[in-house]
């Protein structure tokens, strides 16, 4: 088991400050946060297209952060087991399986002390995790988990867009919310197509190569800098979100607050974002819950 570095806390608690109706670059802006290193003159002040495009960013960018949510190398190689046909999906018959596997003495129910010795038998966790696990998933508190009604609303629970499949993002998500009782972590639909359209090799996996590939789709006029007009316009054109999630996004990306994102410093930082388990490949869990926690700050 991989034992994880601990990471730099990044741009995280800024401090900010209101202003009232202020003309930024030909903009009205009522009430625009800002970062304590803004200075009400940048905004005044007369500046270049650039200039204003990233004030604005910085500008609009809220540091909000919620529930902190991490990615479970547990999870991942929970769902890896489970997905018998390696796919990335775990349909319902895979999920039937699983089922199948916890129910020892094959009575068609899956009691307490079943579930938490299969667990630990085969290292899955602690005999905390599991009991937590077999509290949620028991859903009519019977004592037991049953094939009707707990493993239907299972599938219902881990299934997030209810497409019929559940995705690793779906499952490590659901799996961290199941350990944090009352805790709602939205999953991102625009994460994982924007993860596939990346995976050019259709591993599921992400690799150096195709990171560096995103960055080169994004460079438009291929001068190896992804400046923010560039960024913003290339992410509406294709359709991958909103204005506000491409301001989002560059200015986390831009490391070193250059004004435009660059091969280093800051694709090395970003490929080291998305890879929480410094492995050198990015796996989907990785990547939606890295996006949402970008999304969410």
Known sequence: MHKYKPQEKYRTGRIRRKVESTIVCGFVSSNIALPHSIS????????????????ILRAIVLGNPGTTIEDSEEARRLFHLADKNHDFLLNPDEMHSVFLDFDLNNDTYIYADEFINDWLTDNLGTALEAVTLFHHLDVDNSGYISQNPDLPYIIHFFDRDFDGHISQAEFVIQAFVLGYPGTTIEDSEEARRLFHLADKNHDFLLNPDEMHSVFLDFDLNNDTYIYADEFINNWLSDNFGTALEAVTLFYHFDVDNSGYIS??????????????????LISQAEFVIQWVKIKNS
């Open 263 to 280: 091969e280093n410093p800051d694709m090395p930082f970003i490929m080291y974002f998305f890879d929480r388990d410094l492995d050198g």
């Open 40 to 55: 009400i003159g940048e905004l005044t002040k007369e500046s270049s297209k650039q200039n204003c495009v990233l004030i």
